[in-house]
Nanobody, 114 residues
């Protein structure tokens, strides 16, 4: 089981990034997926979720700036992040459940400067 996150980087406030989570070793089509983040001084928090049926939900702090999506043909989950703010800086992780346990990717660093 592997969740490989990529797409992070260093950007200026107001710019955009698209994170990608490549999933392998599980039945992608039946799984819900989340993006979490670990920001400095805070506990890991949920950013966005998508069900196997494409229903989505977002943390309040997203405020319409991010979009989570999935592509079953590519076993990939995306997080499009627009209008980035310095407080969005952190490590972003892809997450799901596998065999009744949490499955995490390795994280990708997002740095937003003002």
């Amino acid at each position: 089981v592997q969740l490989q996150a990529s797409g992070g980087g260093s950007v200026q406030a107001g710019e955009s990034l698209r994170l990608t989570c490549q999933v392998s070793g599980m039945n992608f089509r039946t799984k819900p997926f989340d993006w979490y983040r670990q920001t400095p001084g805070k506990q890991r928090e949920r950013v966005a979720s998508i069900t196997h049926g494409q229903a989505t939900s977002y943390a309040d702090f997203v405020e319409g700036r991010f979009t989570i999506s999935r592509n079953s043909a590519k076993n990939t989950v995306y997080l499009q992040m627009n209008s980035l703010k310095p407080e969005d800086t952190g490590v972003y992780f892809c997450h799901t459940f596998y065999n009744w346990d949490h499955a995490w990717g390795q994280g990708t660093q997002v740095t937003v400067s003002s």
